[in-house]
């Protein structure tokens, strides 16, 4: 790997996988990096931890890791440390590293009560670079499906007018995509599923959901009716919580439950 551009001290370029988006729960389980020096020396490191915690199934289908991948290895704070010190005077770079990676390796280290500041750093985000300079807008896809200018931005009746002859453009450019509706509706759920405010919550069937975030999750929601009722009626007393999501926790507890103000 070569730069284009003379280093003045050592650059990490480094990706980690996760138990999922949340800063606060989730956790690491993998981190490689390769660490380029101004003398042209070059060093690749992939280290896999395990979280302490069940990793979703929505997670392992994307980056393929199993618990039972993980089972063995050490936690991240056994080695935060070393970590943090090999990143130590360091510039960094990555793809998404600015929106994500970088926030989630620093609320690790600070779980792990490892002090890593970004000060006196540069970091070079790739993703960055490549939605600064290559928009991937309506007016964009009009000009690289059609061909033309999209005159009517931000008219809803000319988005939606360029929006179905783009996809028309794009049955056309990739002959791979489905040319049915359910087809292209899995194509799209597989990349992009819609998520709703009770599938953030619960996953699973109506007869074995679990919780898939909060201070239970992972947990079944019969066993936390159970052993945990006061969090229940801590999320009945939650305003704005979605209806769908109220209406299971009721179920569980009992009609009539009563709400409680404060979280347990």
């Known amino acids: 790997m070569q730069l284009p ?8 370029f ?13 956790r690491i389980i993998e981190l490689a990096f390769i660490k380029m020096t101004p003398q042209g020396d070059v060093l690749e490191r992939t280290r896999r931890f395990n979280p302490g915690v069940p990793i979703p199934a929505e997670a392992t289908a994307v980056h393929g890791i199993t ?19 090999g990143f130590e005077g360091c510039d960094l ?14 609320h690790e280290f600070r779980r ?11 970091v070079l985000d790739v993703q960055t670079i490549f939605h600064r300079e290559e928009r991937r807008d309506l007016s964009a896809a009009a000009r690289f499906y059609l061909g033309r200018e999209h005159e009517e931005a931000h008219s809803a009746l ?33 990349f992009a599923p819609i998520r709703t405010e009770f599938d953030r919550w619960f996953r699973g069937p109506n007869e ?49 439950a009563p709400a409680a103000s404060d979280s347990p």
């Open 5 to 12: 551009f003379a280093l003045e001290r050592p650059l990490v």
């Open 14 to 26: 480094f990706d980690i996988e996760t138990t999922g988006l949340d800063l606060k729960n989730d």
């Open 67 to 85: 618990d039972a991948d993980i089972a063995d290895e050490v936690p991240f704070c056994r080695t935060a440390r070393s970590l943090a010190d």
């Open 93 to 106: 770079a990555g793809f998404n590293i600015r929106r994500f990676d970088l926030h989630m390796l620093i």
């Open 112 to 122: 792990c009560g490892v002090d890593f500041s970004l000060e006196g750093r540069r």
């Open 158 to 190: 000319g988005d939606i007018r360029t929006a179905a002859a783009v996809l028309g453009a794009q049955l056309e450019h990739y002959p791979h995509v489905p040319r049915d509706l359910n087809g292209l509706h899995e194509y799209c759920d597989q």
């Open 208 to 256: 074995a959901r679990v919780f898939g975030r909060g201070k239970h999750r992972g947990q079944a929601l019969t066993d936390v009716a159970r052993d945990a009722p006061d969090y229940l009626r801590w999320m009945l007393g939650v305003e704005d919580m979605d209806e769908e999501v109220l209406s299971v926790v009721r179920e569980a507890l009992g009609e009539g």
